[in-house]
Structure formats: structure tokens, C-alpha cells
């Protein structure tokens, strides 16, 4: 069970060779000078999503959907749950209300019923109803595709709204989510802490074609190794490029225990992951009720 997820930490490992044995003995906290530039900030910043990207070249959403109503209803169900919780509920919503017309005209207490494993599935419920109910009388059942219109639509906040244009119209956009604002507080690319300032900082630091990226490498590492208790620096990839390092478990095979998901050996959040991640040797979440 644990092969395929000890595979890619392998193969990461190899790639990264020098920085990674450094970070299993001697990483050290690499704080930015308290003067730092912008171009040395912006310079910083770019190299760690680099390397990130090494660390993570399947990062995608995960969240399951095939088109943009699925995600736009994914996305709502996800506040205060996980991303699996979320893939292990919509295949039955799914199957009943395939379209915005069809969860608009829904009994609720069936939605609620299918909802439940959600959490707080009375008012999930009541939103994801709501946002069909607006899509069919306003958009013509589409989703819209423009931030301005997005953000109108009942429950649909910034960042929802653009986890829906980044990954399902293309359309760059930063998910300032809890990961993402502790990881690039940690990494010292921002003070902010109102969750819009920090996208708009961010931003700034990268090129539009680098967002929607940048954001899934972000939330994947705070998801797999840089916790909010217990980040687990002494298997960090990029612990030699860490202003934080050693704000968490700095042993390495301590650390190593703290990994998460296929870092870990584990299976992933989605039940129907890209074969990146599967070819990669990640493997896929279980149904509902299966573990
Ligand atoms: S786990 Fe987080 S805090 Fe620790 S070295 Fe890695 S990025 Fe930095």
C-alpha cells in the first residue's frame, strides 16, 4: 500500500538530491536580510514555487468535477471540510442532479440527506440549491466564466470563485485558502493577513501564467508537509530555502512520519485523480464508507 506513494517521494528525493540531503541533516533557517529587496524578494519567491514545482509536477485540483457546474458546487460543499469528504459526497449528488436545472428544482430534504457526510448540510444544502436556482434564472444554466459574475452567485466568495475560473475556464487566479495564508506568511512573501491583501501581494511577485500553479503547489505543501502544528521541516524539499525551518519537527525520520497523503504512502483526496498523479505512483481516494 505504501509503494506508491514511497515511489514519488523517491523520485523527488533523486531529483532534488543535494538540497534534500542537506535538509535531512543540516537545514538551516534561511531568513531573507531584514532589508530585503523587491527583486530579491520576487527572486526568492519564484525559485521556491521552482522548486516546488519539482516537488509536486501532478499538483492539481482536488476537487473531482467534469465541468464547471460540478466544480462551482464542489467547491461551496468544501467550507469546512476536506476536499475527500467533498469527492466521497458529489458522485451521489451528482448522479441525482446532473444539471443546475435539475438541483434548482430539488427536494431539499433528499439534497440534505445526500449532503449530510458534508457537514453543516442544511445550509449547504440551501446554497448549493441557491446557486443553481440563480444560475438557470440568470446565466441560462451556465456557469458564468468572469470573476464579476462568479462572485454575484449565492455562497460564491473570491475564492471560490477562482479555484472555478483557474481550473475551469484557465483563467489565472490565486486560492488564497488557510494553507496557502500560513505558507506565505511563513516564508516571509508577505505581512498580510487579510486574505485579500495577501492575493494581491502575491500576485504582484509572479507572472498571471504562474497562478493558478503557484496556488495548487502552495496548498499541496501546506497540505502534505508544512502543517499548521506541525510542519515536518526535517522532510522538507525546500527546508534550505525556508525562512520558518525549524518551526516544526526538524528530525528526519520524525518528520518523515508527519508526511501526508502520497507523500506519506497514502491515497490522495480525489476519487478519480489525473494519471499524472497516478503514473507518478499516487493513488486514489476510497468511495464512501470505504476507508
Ligand atoms: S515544513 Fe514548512 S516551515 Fe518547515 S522548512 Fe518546510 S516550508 Fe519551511
Redesign the pocket.
Known amino acids: 500500500m505504501a509503494d506508491g506513494g514511497k515511489t514519488v517521494v523517491k523520485q523527488t528525493a533523486a531529483k532534488k538530491a543535494p538540497a534534500a540531503k542537506k535538509v535531512a541533516s543540516k ?1 538551516v533557517a534561511s531568513k531573507p536580510p531584514k532589508t530585503e529587496s523587491r527583486t530579491a524578494l520576487v527572486r526568492r519567491a519564484r525559485r521556491i514555487n521552482r522548486e516546488l514545482a519539482d516537488v509536486y509536477p501532478y499538483a492539481h485540483p482536488e476537487l473531482d468535477f467534469d465541468n464547471p457546474f460540478q466544480l462551482v458546487v464542489a467547491t461551496v460543499l468544501s467550507a469546512q471540510t476536506t476536499d475527500l469528504r467533498v469527492n466521497q459526497t458529489t458522485p451521489a449528488l451528482f448522479a441525482k442532479y446532473p444539471t443546475p436545472e435539475d438541483l434548482a428544482a430539488a427536494n431539499p430534504e433528499e439534497v440534505e440527506e445526500i449532503l449530510r457526510p458534508c457537514g453543516f448540510f442544511r445550509a449547504k444544502t440551501k446554497s448549493v440549491m441557491g446557486l443553481s436556482k440563480a444560475l438557470v434564472e440568470n446565466y441560462g444554466g451556465e456557469v458564468p466564466g468572469r470573476l464579476e459574475e462568479l462572485v454575484k452567485l449565492p455562497g460564491v466568495g473570491r475564492k471560490t470563485a477562482f479555484v472555478v475560473l483557474g481550473n475551469a475556464f484557465g483563467r489565472p487566479g490565486i486560492t488564497v485558502d488557510t494553507h496557502f495564508q500560513r ?1 506565505v506568511r ?2 516571509q512573501w508577505t505581512e498580510q493577513t487579510d486574505p485579500d491583501k495577501i492575493e494581491a501581494e502575491i500576485a504582484a511577485l509572479f507572472p498571471k501564467s504562474d497562478w493558478t500553479d503557484l496556488s495548487h503547489h502552495v496548498i499541496w ?1 501546506g497540505r502534505r ?2 502543517h499548521a502544528r506541525k ?3 526535517g522532510a ?1 524539499p ?2 534550505p530555502l ?7 519537527e526538524t528530525d528526519p525520520e520524525k518528520a518523515k512520519k508527519l508526511l501526508k497523503y502520497e507523500k506519506g504512502g497514502f491515497p490522495g483526496q480525489r476519487l478519480r485523480p489525473p494519471q499524472a498523479y497516478l503514473d507518478a505512483g499516487g493513488k486514489p481516494a476510497p468511495p464512501l464508507g470505504a476507508g
Open positions: 537545514a505558507l511563513r516564508w505543501h508537509i508544512c510542519p515536518a521541516c522538507c525546500i527546508a525556508c525562512p520558518a525551518y525549524g518551526e516544526g
